[in-house]
């Protein structure tokens, strides 16, 4: 019999539920674009309220809603402030420049996401006429290539006054934000206070099939709203998609505790195994970043672990980055542990 595979690519991997699947079958279903699909609008009422905003807009992806984000508050040209290790500068595809026409300027992330608020402050431009001009700030909770740390509202608020005190909005792009409010033991609302919009996934820990929601003021979302139609993610009867979201919200958001735990577990048990090198200190939520033996490269490792049925991603140099999700059992680490041991021995 062939091993089963044990997946911690991403938690994107994670399929729908049974009760989102009898949700979608029986969603109830108008034209979106017309702001008539009842499913749809009920989504965006519950996000607009659990993140305290006013408003909120469905999107496909996580990078469609960042995107929307940076275009709806930026003009052609603009400069925005965001993390060296931001999902919005490394995995987005260059979208904001290439669409919007908008400028990147990175500070420097620490190893649990932040940016120091002096180097933020500095990276802000003076009006000048050889500047571009900074419009808004970026961040992101929970931080993905910084091993999915969070930040702390304080951290928050503290980048929100300065982006205030220089007439700035501010993004957060929360493609995992309920994992940082589950790890934090705080309502997502408390992260997003002081933010001009904030994102987050349906289709990640929440396993839903797909979506995103961006959330800001009414005035914004539609001028959002506008923005997706010209990305052409003007959606019809997508209350089928919106129904698996109202499932995950009213149901999957506890249970992520269950992968902060399996993470942990992993790894306190990598922590174990001679020549890997990881501290279970850092992790806090349901991504895990390790470095294997010295005698494997990151992408040997990777390739080896693949074959031993363990799938894991890449994130740069010497990194390995496992992600938890609903479909990993505790069983499934300690299986996982016994191969990644098996490979190393």
């Known amino acids: 019999m062939s091993q089963k595979i044990i997946d911690l690519r991403s938690d994107t991997v994670t399929t729908p539920t049974e009760e989102m699947r009898q949700a979608m079958y029986q969603a109830e279903v108008g034209d979106d674009v017309f702001g008539e699909d009842p499913t749809v609008n009920r989504l965006e009422e519950m996000a607009a309220a659990m993140t305290g905003k006013e408003a909120a807009l469905l999107t496909v992806s996580g990078t469609m809603s960042n995107l929307i984000a940076v275009l709806s508050q930026t003009r052609h040209g603009d400069e925005i402030v965001l993390g060296s290790e931001a999902h919005i500068f490394w995995n987005e595809v260059g979208g904001v420049s290439a669409l919007g026409g908008v400028v990147m300027r ?38 993905n290539r910084c091993g999915g740390s969070v930040l702390t509202a304080g951290c928050t608020d503290e980048v929100s006054a300065l982006a205030r005190r220089h007439g700035l909005g501010l993004h957060l792009d929360g493609a995992r934000l309920f994992n940082a409010a589950v790890a934090l033991g705080l309502p997502a609302s408390t992260l997003a206070t002081g933010t001009s919009s904030v994102s987050f996934c349906l289709s990640k820990g929440l396993s839903a ?119 990993i059992s505790t069983e499934d680490i300690d299986e996982a542990l016994r191969r990644v041991s098996a490979l190393v021995k």
């Not at 180097?119 to 700030?137: C, E, F, S, W």
Request: charged share 20%.
């Open 106 to 143: 990175t500070v420097v992330n620490d190893a649990g996401g932040r940016m120091a608020i002096e180097d933020i402050t500095a990276a802000i431009r003076g009006k000048n006429l050889h500047y571009p001009p900074t419009t808004l700030v970026c961040l992101e909770n929970s931080h």
């Open 209 to 327: 099939p797909v979506g995103s929601l961006l959330c800001a003021n009414k005035e914004l979302i539609n001028h959002a709203r506008k923005w997706r139609k010209m990305l052409g993610g003007g959606m019809r009867q997508a209350g089928v998609i919106a129904a698996a979201g109202i499932v995950a919200l009213e149901m999957m958001i506890p249970r992520l505790a269950e992968d902060h735990q399996n993470a942990r577990c992993l790894a306190l048990g990598l922590a174990n195994i001679p020549g890997v090198v990881v501290d279970p200190e850092r992790v806090q939520t349901n991504i895990v970043i390790f470095e294997p033996p010295p005698a494997f490269s990151a992408s040997d490792f990777i390739r080896e672990m693949d074959c031993a049925g363990l799938r894991l991603t890449y994130p740069g140099g010497r990194r390995v980055r496992a992600v938890t999700h609903r479909l």
